[in-house]
């Protein structure tokens, strides 16, 4: 009974009257393309990135997000092209995202690329009230929605390197509201707000470590702060922790498996009273690049 009062509290406060976040994800320096549309074709190669997330594990109705995304530099020009998909589950909703993003990148020093980008996205909202079990089948408030289509764009700024980068992005700048016959806000889009930054130290031949953040903001949500420390040894094993404030703290696990695949696992830990209810929550990621004989790079860049 304390779970499903848990899961009707979680509820409501995402759904009813308070601004929705994106996705959440821990890997946030392997799936920029999401929410910074400047990304796009910034690695120099073809890209394709997988990640499936399972969030609070025995907690009834807790979010399942699956993203996949696609970008590439256009040969010969400055441009760079995304497609990106996100499925996002909790409990009776059901989110899907598909976004295109397109780059223009303009070199402004010997090390330094600066990235503008814009985003294109149509959202498909559904909420199944039958999920809920409700004690009143027929309250007026409840209302199933189905395929509720909403459009938006964003953009976004991306600085960098071969060893640091920093970004600014907006993924959706208009806000959408979905109210059911009685006037009653059911779904709320808010624009986010993020910034990324990171750099790469060069700690030894075979050792590099990567300090990287992310912040997030969202009108009617507190601000959100991920900080992350990883160390890639040998260019092949990647090894780091990371810190939600006042949520989660995660640790980090990555292997470079050929030149073009890396795979990727992270393990989170609810630090707020949420920890009582669930066994942590579990991300894991493929990332597959296309290389030809000019792209190929020496090493993998760490982000």
């Known amino acids: 009974m304390r779970t499903k009062i848990l899961i009707f509290a979680l509820m409501l406060t995402c759904y009813t009257g308070?601004?929705?976040q994106?996705?959440?994800f821990t890997q946030y320096m392997y799936n920029t393309i999401n929410i910074n549309p400047a990304y796009a074709g910034s690695r120099g190669v073809m890209s394709i990135f997988g990640l499936h997330r399972t969030q609070w594990v025995g907690l009834d109705g807790a979010p399942t997000t699956n993203a996949f995304s696609i970008n590439t530099p256009i040969n010969n020009s400055n441009l760079g092209v995304g497609l990106s998909v996100v499925s996002d589950k909790i409990g009776p909703t059901r989110d899907n995202t598909i976004s295109a993003d397109l780059s223009y990148t303009i070199q402004t020093s010997e090390t330094y690329k600066l990235s503008f980008g814009i985003k294109a996205s149509g959202n498909l909202f559904n909420l199944d009230v039958n999920d809920l079990n409700?004690?009143?089948a027929g309250d007026p408030n409840l209302q199933n929605f189905n395929n509720e289509f909403s459009p938006n764009f964003g953009a976004g700024v991306y600085l960098h390197s071969d060893k640091?980068?920093?970004?600014?992005?907006?993924?959706?700048?208009?806000?959408d509201s979905k109210y059911n016959d009685n006037e009653v806000a059911v779904f709320q889009e808010r624009m986010n707000f993020y910034a990324i930054g990171g750099y790469v130290?060069?700690?030894?031949?075979s050792v590099k470590f990567k300090p990287a953040f992310l912040t997030k903001l969202v009108t009617g949500s507190p601000l959100q702060v991920d900080v992350?420390?990883?160390?890639?040894f040998f260019d092949k094993l990647m090894l780091g922790a990371a810190y939600r404030w006042d949520a989660a703290i995660s640790a980090?696990?990555?292997?470079q498996v050929?030149?073009?695949?890396?795979?990727g696992y992270s393990y989170d830990r609810e630090t707020t009273q949420l920890n009582n209810y669930n066994s942590g929550s579990h991300e894991v990621f493929l990332r597959f690049e296309l290389f030809n004989r000019v792209s190929k790079l020496v090493s993998p860049r760490f982000f």
């Open 252 to 255: 980090l696990a990555g292997f």
């Open 134 to 136: 409700p004690a009143d």
């Open 228 to 232: 992350s420390g990883n160390f890639l």
């Open 201 to 205: 130290f060069d700690i030894s031949p």
């Open 18 to 20: 308070f601004a929705q």
């Open 164 to 175: 640091m980068y920093f970004g600014l992005s907006v993924p959706n700048f208009l806000q």
């Open 258 to 263: 050929t030149d073009g695949l890396f795979i």
């Open 22 to 24: 994106d996705a959440q």
